[in-house]
């Protein structure tokens, strides 16, 4: 066994696969953040008064959590069942339809109905996280692919407020362009959402004619996506050689007979201690990161204190009273340095030190740079205190570029089979949607409360506290070795002895899915014995 080790070619990205998720994940943050700069607009233009437009504001960015929170399980159960590829572009087919929804609201009413079906559909997050995971089980890669994603995210986090905030009421804003258009004066924000859709259509049928199965149980069925993709892009290539003819005629159904399907994984197997813990530790990130990215903006744009009315024992009172333009600028370098070290530093880093050892030097960081941030404004000038700023959030930042593939590291190597990871994202997902509902929220009002008592401290201090436990829990995390191994051929011979067992002791029926073979049982899930000892520890 050893020497069949040592003789196997070394494992390398699957670029190609990577490069199809990543132009799949594109769309949704392009569609989630290109909101942000016209809702506030979109929603006084359904006559609600100026007074009530941050409340409302709120309830629609809290009813995409909540829509999301509520489905993400049931998402990341149908991947577990029907394989990821097709719920990915049912997601995917949801949210665009969602967000060509929103964007042609008319009442207040249809917009929040619209951001709740948005938030319903968004669970392909965690079916792409599962992805990733199959797709790179060998722990020497995962820094490089699980650093992907994120990266995806910061360039659309980027892109989507650029095009909300410029094409958002084009027939006002560009009269000379659009002025005429009774279509855009009458619907002023479906311009932005029609170009996402663009972006969903791209990443729809990249999905379609190039992404591969990755569930063991169903990526033998024949894929007929991808057979016309080949057809379409065979001209293109270099050279080429014919189609098998297996994949046309009914030698494909003799290679792949129908075989046993798989029983659906019980949530005990999905639920182990390390996947318990690495949970918790994911929605306390989610938790304080999201509340410190809405409480910065608010912290920026805040007046500063007036030393005629502020009272003499206040404490770090006011803010830096800059307008959404200066605002901008300062979020597009976060966004760049983030970019940048998605790219160039997380990867190596991680991969020298370990995701373990870099997730539990970032909790700490958290909390240091929340209880700072207000002491940016003692800077002596203007333009040092936004230094001072920027320069606390960039330390932030690298933190959050380090966690969160981490913690997405160390939580798919705690799953007990990669069949559960469908599952287990699922719940990550929705648990981090309560997060993200939870923590600006809590934030938001101690920091109201602070500004209002004249200490500036308070939002800042509720957040160092809410990310302190999230240290003390990484000394109950474990590094798993991951799924590297698990197609050895041992492994392989008892998962179909199991097989075997359960279909003689009538378990389950032969099933009639096409094209699933013995050689997809080999994603075992963890016996009896050793779940239980996972559990003592």
């Not at 199959?134 to 360039?155: D, H």
């Not at 997730?359 to 000038?381: D, E, K, N, Q, W």
Request: with cysteine; proline share 7%; aromatic share 10%.
């Amino acid at each position: 066994m050893k020497n069949d080790r040592d003789s196997r070619p070394e494992p390398k990205l699957p670029i190609q696969q990577l490069t199809v998720l990543s132009i799949l994940r594109l769309a949704e943050p392009i569609a989630l953040t290109s909101v942000f700069p016209y809702l506030p607009e979109m929603i006084e233009s359904f006559g609600v008064h100026s007074t009530d437009v941050a409340k409302w504001t709120g309830i629609t960015s809290a009813i995409f959590s909540i829509s999301q929170c509520l489905t993400a399980i049931p998402w990341g159960r149908a991947s577990d069942k029907y394989g990821r590829k097709p719920i990915i572009l049912l997601a995917m087919t949801c949210a665009l339809t969602s967000s060509l929804f929103f964007g042609f609201s008319t009442s207040l009413r249809w917009a929040i109905i619209a951001r709740a079906l948005s938030g319903a559909s968004n669970g392909n997050v965690g079916i792409l996280r599962t992805t990733v995971a199959e797709m790179v089980p060998e722990k020497s890669l995962q820094p490089r692919a699980f650093s992907t994603l994120p990266l995806i995210w910061q360039v659309g986090s980027i892109v989507g407020p650029i095009l909300g905030g410029s094409l958002a009421s084009p027939a006002s804003k560009m009269p000379e362009i659009f002025g005429n258009s009774k279509f855009l004066r009458k619907y002023p924000f479906a311009l932005p959402n029609l170009v996402n859709s663009v972006f969903f259509a791209i990443g729809l049928s990249a999905g379609i004619f190039f992404l591969k199965e990755s569930l063991e149980t169903k990526k033998h069925r024949r894929d007929y996506g991808r057979m016309l993709g080949r057809y379409i892009t065979r001209p293109f290539s270099r050279g080429y050689k014919a189609l098998p003819s297996d994949d046309f005629d009914g030698g494909y159904a003799a290679k792949h007979p129908k075989t046993p399907p798989v029983p659906p994984p019980s949530y005990r197997s999905v639920f182990t201690r390390q996947s318990c813990i690495t949970l918790a530790a994911y929605t306390i990130l989610a938790l304080h990161g999201s509340a410190h990215d809405q409480l910065i903006t608010v912290y920026m744009h805040l007046a500063p204190a007036n030393p005629a009315t502020t009272p003499k024992d206040a404490f770090l009172p006011g803010g830096f009273g800059l307008d959404s333009g200066r605002i901008g600028i300062l979020f597009t370098i976060y966004g760049i340095f983030s970019m940048v070290a998605q790219f160039a530093v997380f990867p190596p880093v991680a991969s020298r030190y370990g995701a373990l050892k870099c997730f539990r030097l970032c909790t700490i960081v958290f909390p240091l740079m929340y209880m700072a941030t207000p002491f940016t404004i003692l800077a002596p000038t203007p333009f040092l205190k936004e230094v001072s700023l920027l320069a606390v959030m960039m330390t932030k930042a690298m933190a959050a570029v380090f966690a969160f593939p981490c913690v997405t590291i160390l939580m798919t190597n705690s799953a007990s089979s990669l069949r559960v990871l469908g599952t287990l994202n699922g719940v990550a997902t929705a648990l981090s949607a309560v997060g993200r509902a939870c923590g600006p929220y809590m934030s938001g009002r101690a920091f109201t409360w602070g500004i209002e008592h004249g200490n500036g401290c308070a939002g800042w201090a509720v957040l160092a506290v809410c990310a302190v436990p999230g240290h003390f829990i990484t000394y109950w995390l474990r590094d798993q070795p991951g799924f590297g191994e698990e197609k050895d051929e041992g492994i392989k011979l008892e998962d179909r002895r199991e097989m075997e067992e359960a279909f003689r002791e009538g378990e389950f029926e032969v099933g009639d899915d096409e094209g699933e073979d013995i050689e997809a049982q080999d994603a075992p899930l963890l016996s009896e014995a050793a779940r239980e000892k996972e559990w003592r520890g």
